[in-house]
């Protein structure tokens, strides 16, 4: 059964019969290609079947087309001399070498409209890539969302908080829907792991040390929402005997994230308006990969509180930085056009100290704009001293 994830259907039909190209970007199984046959069904009203060319990469039929030449040949040869709007669907761009040759020769002779996918977040940051500069659109695909979520189990819901519960320890990948048991969910969870990791990371990148990738993989995961830096990793490393340099680490975080693996935030100082180097906090492209490899651990709930909230406001378009001011910590600075939410994350509001630490570090930021607290508390007030709280699953399923 194919679900519909109707809100990038929307963001790319937006963009239709318009002479730029469609990106797709986002981690391997968070659901580009089916959002591909969705988008399929809508261009076949828009045009004849035969007009429209998908090209998927990850099928052995298209093993022939390895460049660009072979790319632009096929291409051709399927449409010329066809008549009405034609449409060129290609999945997993990045494994057409140069494919950028191609696509640019495609637009500039307005042999069709254009709409790729990849699972890199440098698919766009080669040399070669500035050929297409300014002629093309990105939109990101994230893991689903908890309202997704809830629509995928359908019928099968019993309550909003055991839901919200088996969303925080299994994640939004949408193939965990296939699966009835815990342990089978485990073993999907793990061998996705290992399709990024060897697919996306160490065939696109060489690494030789995969032994190494695999331990900084770990620990990037295991320090979900924690300040993590290269260095620090390094000396980690160095006290369990293995030495590592600072650049090793660097780059092998550069490309767990380009997979979409990791998302790295920037620390922001609020009143010297200036970012903090080094400083970052790392977090999942997909909770639930976490549990697929260290299992899930009660005691690291707020991390993974604050992942969910994260992946969710990037879905819903916002730039996300993390505030410091007074050497108080504000979970997340949620910034688009020109609106700002300041946002804190938090299991529970049953103690005095941790009502005045989320509430108090709101109280800081120096303007007006929004100030949200999102915690576990169902009947925790949604007033507190002016600034707003909401029960997390509630903000979630809150358009």
Request: charged share 30%.
């Amino acid at each position: 059964m194919v679900v519909s994830r109707d809100y990038y259907v929307e963001k790319i039909m937006d963009y239709i019969d318009k002479p730029i190209i469609k990106v797709i970007t986002g981690m391997r199984r968070v659901g580009k290609s089916t959002i591909l046959k969705l988008l399929y069904k809508e261009l076949q009203t828009r045009t004849k079947s035969h007009n429209i060319i998908w090209i998927n990469k990850e099928s052995l039929e298209f093993d022939f087309i390895q460049n660009y030449e072979d790319l632009y040949r096929f291409v051709t040869s399927k449409l010329t001399g066809r008549n009405g709007k034609k449409y060129v669907i290609i999945d997993e761009i990045q494994e057409i070498q140069s494919w950028e040759k191609a696509v640019l020769s495609i637009l500039s002779e307005n042999l069709a409209d254009i709409i790729i996918t990849g699972s890199n977040a440098h698919l766009l940051s080669s040399e070669i890539a500035t050929l297409i500069s300014g002629r093309y659109v990105t939109i990101p695909v994230f893991p689903l969302t908890f309202s997704e979520h809830l629509i995928f189990k359908g019928d099968n819901v019993d309550s909003l908080e055991e839901e919200f519960k088996s969303f925080i320890k299994f994640g939004g990948l949408p193939g965990i829907h296939l699966f009835d048991n815990e342990d089978a969910i485990y073993n999907y969870l793990n061998s996705i792991i290992d399709t990024l990791l060897l697919k996306d990371v160490i065939e696109r990148n060489k690494i030789r040390d995969v032994q190494l990738l695999e331990k900084i993989n770990i620990y990037l995961i295991d320090n979900c929402g924690n300040i993590t830096t290269a260095k620090s990793i390094s000396e980690f490393f160095k006290s369990q005997k293995t030495k590592v340099s600072v650049d090793t680490v660097q780059n092998y975080i550069r490309f767990l994230e380009a997979a979409f693996l990791f998302y790295r935030v920037p620390r922001f100082d609020l009143k010297g308006k200036r970012f903090l180097e080094y400083y970052d906090k790392i977090y999942l492209g997909d909770i639930g990969l976490r549990s697929g490899i260290i299992g899930y651990k009660d005691r690291d709930i707020s991390g993974i509180l604050e992942n969910i909230v994260l992946l969710e406001m990037k879905k819903r378009g916002y730039k996300i930085n993390i505030g410091v001011i007074d050497r108080k910590e504000i979970d997340f600075i949620a910034e688009k056009q020109n609106e700002r939410i300041y946002i804190q994350v938090c299991r529970n509001l049953e103690e005095e100290k941790t009502i005045k630490r989320e509430f108090g570090n709101l109280e800081k930021a120096p303007d007006n704009y929004r100030k949200l607290v999102l915690s576990m508390d169902k009947y925790f007030p949604s007033d507190y001293n002016g600034i707003e709280h909401k029960f997390l699953p509630d903000f979630l399923l809150n358009k």
